[in-house]
């Protein structure tokens, strides 16, 4: 598959600047792979596509304050966008601009120091601190996406509503759509509610630049799978992933056997499916992995052919925009 074919046009006015409000309130598109059929409602219907036995699974790592303004020595900028620790002390971060960087180089933060310790590839660096994730408490701000313009409301509505666990770089942004009223429906449709974590990194959010689909590679990411979660999953009739995030956990635990680890796993067209018969999921920038993922799951030309009516029926993208359901997708086609 070609880099190009995950190419679509889209108005700008149709980027969400904010998520609707109540955030329950928004479109759903309902793909069915099987059928074909595109159906339009709203996100607070979800719970009446689920059923017994079914288990909707939701990502619940928590977006930190990542996005800090630092100061060379020499007085210049430099924004540095913390993604993970590496080492006790030591976390990467995507750096601009990078090439003003040196080892060894201080940095200041709001009167503290930190040190570029060294180069880490594509614009990242290693930066070690007294106390990263305290000084980001202190002095960061949450990673909007660039097409998000940064106001202190947008940063506050970032978040899920079940975040538990510390550590991403960026929202899953799937579970925005969710409000207590929607999961009290999850519940009262008999569904089981489970939780894991992926911590979203570059992985996520780095744009294809290959022409060739297959030539991509995927950043590494933590994800987690707690035992009893796995075998709930392993025994639901049906596996509903909240999110691409959710997706790549539970296909990267059924490949690899385990529970715990660290993601490289790139799923595009032509990829086998093992763990997920539905996903919830938003609409996604062009030449992303994230479209490409969707694409795998519910079919290209059905998809291809759904973001064409979202355009049309003016639906929201991006992280705070509208959500599609893809049914009978995945494993299920």
Do not use: C
């Amino acid at each position: 598959m070609q880099t190009s074919e995950l190419d679509y046009s889209l108005p700008e006015a149709l980027i969400a600047q904010r998520p609707a409000s109540p955030r329950d309130a928004s479109r759903l598109m309902v793909v069915d792979a099987g059928s074909g059929s595109i159906e339009h409602r709203t996100f607070r219907e979800l719970p009446g596509f689920l059923r017994p036995e079914d288990a909707l699974v939701v990502n619940e790592t928590r977006v930190i304050p990542a996005r800090l303004e630092a100061r060379r020595s020499t007085g210049g900028a430099v924004e540095l966008l913390f993604l993970r620790e590496r080492e006790a002390g030591v976390w990467e971060a995507l750096a601009r601009p990078g090439k003003r960087l040196r080892p060894g180089m201080e940095l200041t933060v709001g009167g503290e120091t930190l040190t570029a310790v060294g180069p880490a590839g594509d614009g990242r660096w290693l930066v070690s601190g007294r106390d990263l994730p305290a000084t980001m408490g202190r002095h960061g701000r949450a990673p909007l996406p660039p097409y998000i313009a940064p106001t202190g409301a947008a940063e506050a509505e970032y978040q899920t509503v079940y975040a538990r666990r510390p550590g991403s770089a960026a929202a899953p942004t799937a579970g925005l759509h969710f409000t207590e009223a929607t999961l009290d429906g999850v519940s009262r449709a008999g569904a089981a509610l489970l939780k894991v974590t992926l911590h979203v990194g570059v992985g996520t959010f780095t744009p294809v630049r290959t022409e060739d689909l297959a030539e991509h590679r995927m950043h590494a990411e933590f994800y987690s799978v707690a035992p009893e979660t796995g075998r709930e999953v392993d025994a639901a009739e049906r596996t509903i992933a909240v999110g691409t995030t959710v997706a790549r956990t539970l296909e990267s635990r059924a490949g690899s056997g385990r529970d715990e680890g660290e993601s490289e796993l790139f799923i595009y067209p032509g990829y086998r499916w093992r763990a997920v018969d539905a996903l919830v999921t938003n609409f996604h920038l062009p030449r992303s992995t994230l479209l490409a993922m969707v694409m795998s799951f519910g079919g290209t030309e059905l998809v291809r052919e759904a973001y064409r009516v979202a355009v049309e029926e003016k639906y929201r993208f991006f992280s705070f925009g509208d959500a599609m359901l893809v049914l009978n997708g995945g494993r299920s086609r």
